[in-house]
């Protein structure tokens, strides 16, 4: 497999399991701040002209190309470093149920609901929208991890560290998580593991560099409607 | 690995690519029409009680386990046969990019846009608002597709499945092809396969019935706002 060279990070947006997967196994890559407003690096450079889509994260590797869309970086990381076990083999059942659970929390929980309520251009309706369907998504893998620590059973995954984030930030786009202590559980646990305290070092100072200017919210959680 | 033994669908649906796939490499399993309002199957069981989340596709296996979401589905099958070659082989730098594909598809693709556009729930502004933001997301493949027939080049792969049926549905949600003509040639080159043929020819019928029965709406292209 190529080696990455470049990792493209919005700070705090969907690429933030992306960054945990990496210092996870302790990859060395250049972390590059795509701004969220403008898209461009802090070297001046587009970065569409490096990831046409646009979004991040993305993976710049060896060879010149990139590869985006978090179910394939995602997995990607975890491969190159095998023994860090951060996915089940390729081809085995567990390998599958990693897949299942990387789709529903991208399409499920990022795209429908994070996504729109963490948007600067949603009109109202939109926002409303996405909010009332939250809590019967959220529900699932809340009712999952009642009876076991991480997505898959008892190993801590890039699955988790996709789910992580999801649950960490929810409360800020209005999520409560007062009805699943099983998920409340899962952000402590998870937030004991030294990747995320360094993730969280990293993109902080980043996040509110861009909330000093204005291109991104202030972080405080927001009330869910009454 | 186990083998399916039931697919679950709802007709034309977001399970028409794994039915596609299914019959791509000709896997003997019994396709059971899950209503998807009632969510009942047609002998009467509750499909939630299979599927808890109560979405298609679902593949159950002979092992009584229970496989969901389309990402996790298409690779499934695809593995089973890799004769048919409907996905790379596992680590190759290709796999990462039908993977990559196939989250592009169920995020951007069927999520944001196709999703909201077929619900029957979602007010105006709602469905407005998917509409509004389609062109930018057809338009990523379109430009991939005009120098190559198929996603991951000459040969066709799950990955075709899904955005073929994401292309070949968007103008009844009110998306227009016009601007696309790569879109619409690759439409046509992939209707030409058997397999195409053969899923309309097993779900158009249901999808009759289940307009007739008024549990889903009439098929006709919507016009697109002016």
Known sequence: ???PTDL?????SGSFPAHLACLEVDLAVRVQ????KTKLLDDGRDYRSIAPKGAVPALSLEDG???????????????????ANLAPAWGTPARYRLIEWINFVSTELHKKHLSVLFSSRAPAPVTEWALS????????????LETQPYLLGHTFTVADCYLFWAVLVAPY???SLEPWPSLR????????????TRAL???MPLYRAETAAGTAPPLRPVAPPA
């Open 1 to 3: 497999m190529e080696r």
């Open 173 to 175: 786009g209005g999520i």
């Open 8 to 12: 493209y990070i919005s700070p705090l």
């Open 201 to 203: 070092s990293l993109e």
């Open 33 to 36: 701040r795509v701004d969220r």
């Open 185 to 196: 559980a899962y952000v402590e646990r998870i937030q004991q593991r030294p990747s995320v």
């Open 65 to 83: 190309s990139v590869l985006t869309e978090s179910a394939a970086v995602l997995q990607y990381i975890a491969d190159l470093v095998p023994d």
């Open 133 to 144: 369907g939250a809590a019967a998504s959220f529900a699932h893998p809340a009712r999952h």
